[in-house]
């Protein structure tokens, strides 16, 4: 039997999780996870959408919570940029676009509001993006707002195993390891880097590169690069994830992953235990509290007297009853008393995290 003891297990490793891992790591604590497999932030980028109003029902918590997600992401080597009073206009695979005050490094030179002469590329033989159908998107989206942006769609052609049926997926391993690939891309792109100011390619740059190494790629090529969100799982949110859980382990978190949590014991209006789901292993985790962070889909986790949470993000019933003392709930699990996107997942992440500081 494998025995742990922590002060703090947080269930689930998306956005939610990720943040109150990070908010309880930097106040000290010891801390566990428990995960079945990524958050729902990879299937998309890991923007952080229009921040104005959240950040005038909490502005306080709402700073120190961005400020601190913020600084990890750029400790992961992943730096976001942005601010909360900003707002940009990053273009989408399906030709549209989204609103976000901060994006990771690798989206946020997409901006459609200025006037720039825009490449949209696809490659030869990758049937899971059509960069006319986006570029042509892009354009009559680009007009209906009154964007300056111009899209022209471009291909190029990548060494592709005969027969093989290549993807996004495969390209981003490549880059990641392969330096012959990386030489590869760059030579392709060139001529199209000297007609345009700004490249937008579907997810490729990757599934663990860090920063220095797209910063060069795209120095190197002396033109601004802007990845999309591939159809999910999308590569840039991989990488987010990749490089997030790689920076939380080098800093003490603890990762059980790819286990389920099947059930939480409650007693006297304690949680004593959880039980995991691992075949072929006796697994023994103690803590003094415990964040679920598992989603919109696990909230039978907590049983069905759960009606809403208190001021500490502890479940409560109908009546007012809190459910365990030593329990909090966050991110998307509160979908139907708060919001359901990363601007939430993170600030209820922090409050939780500091919630448990302050109640020890
Ligand atoms: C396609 C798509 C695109 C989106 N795009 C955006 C966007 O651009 N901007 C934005 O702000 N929001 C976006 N969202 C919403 C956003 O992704 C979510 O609101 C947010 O990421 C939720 O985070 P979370 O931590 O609450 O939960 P989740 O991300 O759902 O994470 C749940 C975690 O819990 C784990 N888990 C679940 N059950 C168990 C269990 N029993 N045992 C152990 N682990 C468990 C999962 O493996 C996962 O790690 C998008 C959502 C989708 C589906």
């Given at each position: 039997?494998e025995?742990?003891?922590?002060?703090?297990?947080?269930?689930?490793?998306?956005?939610?999780?990720?943040?109150?891992?990070?908010?309880?790591?930097?106040?000290?604590?010891?801390?566990?996870?428990?995960?079945?497999?990524?958050?729902?932030?990879?299937?998309?980028?890991?923007c952080?959408?229009?921040?104005?109003?959240?950040?005038?029902?909490?502005?306080?918590?709402?700073?120190?919570?961005?400020?601190?997600?913020?600084?990890?992401?750029?400790?992961?080597?992943?730096?976001?940029?942005?601010?909360?009073?900003?707002?940009?206009?990053?273009?989408?695979?399906?030709?549209?676009?989204?609103?976000?005050?901060?994006?990771?490094?690798?989206?946020?030179?997409?901006?459609?509001?200025?006037?720039?002469?825009?490449?949209?590329?696809?490659?030869?033989?990758?049937?899971?993006?059509?960069?006319?159908y986006?570029?042509?998107?892009?354009?009559?989206?680009?007009?209906?707002?009154?964007?300056?942006?111009?899209?022209?769609?471009?291909?190029?052609?990548?060494?592709?195993?005969?027969?093989?049926?290549?993807?996004?997926l495969?390209?981003?391993?490549?880059?990641?390891?392969?330096?012959?690939?990386?030489?590869?891309?760059?030579?392709?792109?060139?001529?199209?880097?000297?007609?345009?100011?700004?490249?937008i390619?579907p997810?490729?740059?990757?599934?663990?590169?860090?920063?220095?190494?797209?910063?060069?790629?795209?120095?190197?090529?002396?033109?601004?690069?802007?990845?999309?969100?591939?159809?999910?799982?999308s590569?840039?949110?991989?990488?987010?994830?990749?490089?997030?859980?790689?920076?939380?382990?080098?800093?003490?978190?603890?990762?059980?992953?790819?286990?389920?949590?099947?059930?939480?014991?409650?007693?006297?209006?304690?949680?004593?235990?959880?039980?995991?789901?691992?075949?072929?292993?006796?697994?023994?985790?103690?803590?003094?509290?415990?964040?679920?962070?598992?989603?919109?889909?696990?909230?039978?986790?907590?049983?069905?007297?759960?009606?809403d949470?208190?001021?500490?993000?502890?479940?409560?019933?109908?009546?007012?009853?809190?459910?365990?003392?030593?329990?909090?709930?966050?991110?998307?699990?509160?979908?139907?008393?708060?919001?359901?996107?990363?601007?939430?997942?993170?600030?209820?992440?922090?409050?939780?995290?500091?919630?448990?500081?302050?109640?020890?």
């Amino acid at each position: 039997m494998e025995n742990y003891h922590f002060d703090l297990i947080v269930i689930g490793a998306g956005m939610s999780g990720m943040t109150a891992v990070i908010t309880a790591l930097n106040q000290g604590l010891r801390v566990g996870i428990v995960n079945t497999g990524f958050g729902l932030f990879v299937f998309g980028s890991g923007c952080i959408e229009n921040c104005q109003t959240l950040h005038k029902e909490a502005p306080e918590n709402f700073n120190k919570a961005i400020d601190l997600f913020l600084e990890n992401a750029r400790l992961a080597e992943c730096p976001f940029y942005g601010s909360i009073n900003e707002i940009r206009y990053l273009p989408t695979i399906m030709g549209g676009f989204q609103a976000v005050s901060f994006a990771p490094f690798y989206l946020w030179k997409g901006n459609a509001s200025e006037s720039i002469r825009s490449a949209v590329v696809g490659i030869n033989g990758v049937s899971s993006f059509n960069a006319d159908y986006t570029a042509e998107r892009l354009n009559y989206t680009a007009k209906f707002n009154d964007f300056k942006t111009n899209y022209v769609a471009k291909e190029i052609n990548l060494s592709i195993k005969p027969k093989s049926v290549a993807s996004m997926l495969q390209f981003a391993n490549r880059f990641d390891f392969d330096s012959r690939f990386y030489d590869e891309l760059q030579e392709a792109l060139k001529p199209i880097s000297r007609e345009a100011d700004l490249i937008i390619i579907p997810g490729i740059f990757g599934l663990r590169s860090k920063f220095q190494k797209i910063y060069d790629f795209e120095h190197e090529l002396d033109c601004n690069l802007c990845e999309l969100s591939n159809i999910p799982p999308s590569i840039p949110g991989l990488r987010l994830f990749n490089v997030l859980i790689a920076h939380l382990r080098k800093n003490g978190a603890e990762f059980f992953s790819g286990f389920s949590v099947k059930n939480l014991e409650i007693k006297n209006g304690h949680c004593q235990t959880i039980e995991v789901d691992i075949p072929a292993r006796s697994l023994c985790i103690d803590f003094d509290s415990i964040i679920l962070a598992t989603g919109q889909f696990s909230k039978s986790l907590i049983g069905l007297d759960f009606f809403d949470v208190d001021e500490w993000l502890r479940p409560i019933t109908k009546s007012g009853t809190v459910i365990a003392d030593n329990l909090y709930a966050i991110g998307d699990l509160l979908r139907n008393v708060g919001g359901n996107d990363n601007r939430h997942s993170i600030l209820t992440g922090y409050r939780a995290g500091m919630s448990i500081v302050e109640r020890r």
